[in-house]
């Protein structure tokens, strides 16, 4: 059964993944230096489809925990991890739990940001 788990979500994954690149492609040319409106786009969208899948699981529809996780880890996951980072998000403040909702977002947001230019100055030093 775990095997048919970990199938689900690397074949929704790779299949998320393209359709980043397509939309994403689609709405804005990867030299454009502006705004990153195809980011901001792919980003929203998933939230949204997100939200209504988790939705219509937990009120309509029953699927199997496979196709769930290859619709929302994989498919969902591989588009925008920002879809699940919203649907956490969103758990912690349906619950609630405002000040967690409040770590959880600003420091997912403020640390990723930081730890990617620790990333790339570790790189710059490494290849300096």
Do not use: C, D
Request: glycine share 14%; proline share 3%; no cysteine.
């Amino acid at each position: 059964m775990k095997a048919m788990m970990l199938l689900a979500v690397g074949a929704g994954g790779a299949l998320g993944s393209m359709a980043r690149y397509l939309v994403a492609g689609a709405i804005q040319p990867p030299a454009w230096s502006g705004f990153p409106y195809g980011i901001f786009i792919v980003n929203v969208t998933g939230g949204l489809i997100m939200g209504a899948l988790t939705e219509a699981f937990a009120l309509k529809f029953h699927v199997a925990p496979e196709m769930r996780a290859f619709l929302t880890t994989g498919i969902l996951g591989g588009y925008t991890t920002f879809s699940t980072f919203s649907l956490e998000a969103g758990l912690l403040i349906q619950r609630q739990a405002w000040g967690q909702a409040a770590v959880y977002i600003t420091g997912s947001a403020l640390l990723s940001i930081i730890a990617l230019f620790i990333g790339m100055w570790l790189v710059r030093m490494a290849y300096a």
